[in-house]
């Protein structure tokens, strides 16, 4: 036996040797060629420390949430100082299970059909879907020009009677204006979801982005501030919000045992011995069912490769964050044809981009722009949806706007964004601010 485990090892440690080497060969002779090579918005950053944790994890072969996952989470929450969370397979499902759990019927205080939530128009549509999917119904407000998130000064009339939630992302990593946010929740006593899938490591006062309200959801995608591919996290300070998103996430069922769980009587301790309303005695807590849910679990490799990415989070925020200065400081003398991005006082973004605006006397167009920095190789994107409300999937959705919608709609006209990523090199960056030069001139 212990012969075999030997044998593993050496097999193992030679197999990771190689996967290193096979990283190595493949970073050789990779020149930054200005105009032919790419420059991508965004994109993984790796070495060979995620293909090895990946690889080890398949041989591990584990293959479904298991010892990865939960050992992934605890870092995550560590970092974070939140008390619950769980991972799921992206940053849609991580707000699917959130706007769920809040319309859960074993909460004491559950969202129902018909219950308005504030948000921006401003959106990427996973951040809104799930009201229209549990029959909430959205009131749109605008964002602020320049920080593009959702204005805090128009809480107040956007309320009504049936006002029970607000849901806001922190647009490209720029943090919301989260005390006024929190006073009005608090004031009313709503429910606060913030969408960090772009804020990572964005602190707003000093906190951390995604530690103000009652759920916060990340997304792991490869253009994120750190990736597992696809995946994504709920956090949450709250058990009974904690339960019902776990719940909702496996399959809806009722018990909270963890994967693997020994103790034959459930983490509840009464696995076969409870009632649940109709069941018979002792049925088997594992396959009682409380909520409508879902199975929205990544797999234990994916998670293999996020505790490699969790350790390089602080120099990632690092070089995204230079990156934008170096690019903010050179476009600063652009500012009558862009509208640079600001943030506010108490704000410390890790950006994940950085949006440009083009202004109504430019002597250009977003077209003009885009089109000549992706024809030099540049690529560009449009700030998600703009206004979602133009859309054609919403056309026909049950919704509420809350004052004019000016500014979202100018950025789903005028607004670009570039990337900061931390894989974009001093040269990449160079080139990008020589390039947007020689447009301008
Ligand atoms: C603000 C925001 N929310 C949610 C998502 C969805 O994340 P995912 O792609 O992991 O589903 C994204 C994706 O980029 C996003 O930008």
Redesign the pocket.
Known sequence: MEERMEAEQKFRQEILDRVARIYELREQDRPFVPGKTRVHYSGRVFDEKEMQAMVDSVLDFWLTLGPKGKEFLTQFLSYTGMRYGLVVN??????LVAVGALCSPRLENPLGPGDEVITPALA?P??LNPLLQNGLVPVFVDVEEGTYNLDAGRLEDARSDLTRAVVL?H?LGNPAQMDAVMDFARRYDLYVIE?T??ALDSRYDGKLCGTFGDFS?Y???A??HITMG???AVLTNRLDLYRQALSLRDWGRDCFCRTGEQNPNGACGHRFDHTYESLPYGYDHKYVYGNIGYNLKPLDIQCAMGIEQLKKLPSFSEKRKRNFRRLYRALEKYQDSFLLPRSLPKADPSW?ALPLTVRKEAAFSRRDIVRFLEENQIETRML?AGNILRHPGYRNIRHRVCGSLEHTDDVLLNTFFIGVYPGLSDAMIEYVIRTIDRFMS
Not at 90 to 95: E, K, T, V
């Open positions: 992206s940053g849609s499902s991580a707000n990427f996973t951040t992302a647009t969408d899938c772009d959801t997304s792991f995608y253009a994120h696809e995946g994504g994940f998600f």
